[in-house]
Structure formats: C-alpha cells, structure tokens
C-alpha cells in the first residue's frame, strides 16, 4: 500500500495457519509466553507442569514461537525440519528441539484441524478490499492529526480467535488482533489508531 506522494506502508493481514497451529500448540502444552497473549476459542488448555522438563520446553517453544511470526527477523541456524502429522504447516531445527517435537506430536491432528477452521472463518469474514480501507482510513487519520505523512512502515497484522478483546504485539513488527474487534469497524478504527501511530 502506497500514500500517494508519500513513502510507503505496508500491511499485511492474515490468519496464518502456521500462527495459529502455533498458538493452539501453545495451549495444548499449557504454556503461557506471549504471557499477555489470551487463549484461543473453542481449545481446551493443558496445566503447565504435565511434561517433566518445562524449561526446556519453553525455550525451544519461544524459539519456534518467533520463528514462526517473523521467519526473516529470526532465521534458524541450522536446517528445518517439517513435523510428521502437521501438513507442512511446523518445522523445527534440525538440532536442539527434541524435546518440543515430542511434547507436540500427539496433538497433529486436533491443531491443525482447529487452525483450518478458524482460517477458513477468517476468509470467509474478510471482504475484498475491506483490509486496505480499514488501515488507509488510520494512516489518514494520523496524518489529519500529525500534520505529515507517515515514514514508511510494515505492519503485519495476524487476526486470531482469541477470548478477549484487543490488539497485542507478538513481534517487532507484527499484532495479533481479536477477530471479534477487527470484525467491528469503529472499535477496530479506534483501536489500531494508536498502532498506527506508534510506528509512523
């Protein structure tokens, strides 16, 4: 997206299947970093403490947690490897994350299938055109109030079901925003405006 004689932003939006599957596996596990990050809708969550060494599971979750979000601003170093029973959509280091890969594999089939339904209610919730206007409307909004144009920017935007309401920042450059506030127009307006701001 472009400001006419101005620099340019982007924002992306989405329901990443391979966010969401990440998140669900988050609450299957019973973890809880992004701490301030709800839990998902319509998936039981797990007590910490079932898996024996939570240490370990948590940082090896961390690490794939924001591999996940921003691949390019975390890159493995070394090669990843897809996980059986999860249709491409998890792929861990080669090296240092047995534990995670065991602690997830006997929720394959659960996740993903929740990850699919809710990015299939997503796409069929999102209309053509309505993600530009929302943020072009916010980006005019700061530029009536700041008196310029914004710098240029990237803002992704993952829309999840999460049980409460709100916009948080999962990564340097990426917000997790509850379907059910992107789904309400003014509230949305009100509520991205001061991320808009903060980045412009």
């Known amino acids: 997206m472009r400001?006419?004689?101005?620099?340019?932003?982007?924002?992306?939006e989405?329901?990443?299947?391979?966010?969401?599957?990440?998140l669900s596996l988050r609450q299957s596990l019973g973890l809880r970093y992004p701490e301030e990050l709800p839990a998902l809708r319509?998936?039981?969550?797990?007590?910490?403490?079932?898996f024996t060494d939570t240490t370990t599971l948590e940082r090896q979750w961390r690490t794939y947690w924001e591999m996940t979000v921003e691949p390019q601003a975390h890159p493995s170093p070394v090669p990843l490897e897809l996980v059986d029973g999860f249709d491409m959509m998890v792929a861990l280091p080669t090296e240092g994350f047995d534990e995670l890969?065991?602690?997830?594999?006997p929720?394959?089939?659960?996740?993903?299938?929740?990850?699919?339904?809710?990015?299939?209610?997503y796409?069929?919730?999102?209309?053509?055109?309505?993600?530009?206007?929302?943020?072009a409307s916010a980006v005019a909004q700061y530029e009536r109030q700041a008196g310029r144009r914004p710098h240029a920017f990237e803002l992704n935007v993952q829309?999840?079901?999460l049980t409460q309401r709100g916009v948080w920042w999962i990564g340097a450059l990426t917000i997790a925003v509850t379907d059910s506030l992107r789904s309400d127009v003014v509230a949305f307006d009100a509520a991205i405006a001061p991320v808009i701001a903060d980045i412009a």
């Open 123 to 135: 796409r069929a919730g999102s209309g053509t055109g309505s993600s530009y206007r929302a943020y």
């Open 14 to 22: 989405d329901a990443a299947l391979p966010v969401l599957v990440a």
């Open 42 to 50: 319509g998936l039981a969550r797990s007590e910490p403490g079932e």
């Open 107 to 121: 929720f394959g089939s659960e996740v993903v299938a929740h990850a699919r339904a809710a990015h299939e209610r």
């Open 159 to 161: 829309v999840l079901p």
């Open 101 to 105: 890969a065991a602690a997830i594999a």
């Open 3 to 12: 400001a006419a004689g101005g620099p340019e932003w982007v924002v992306r």
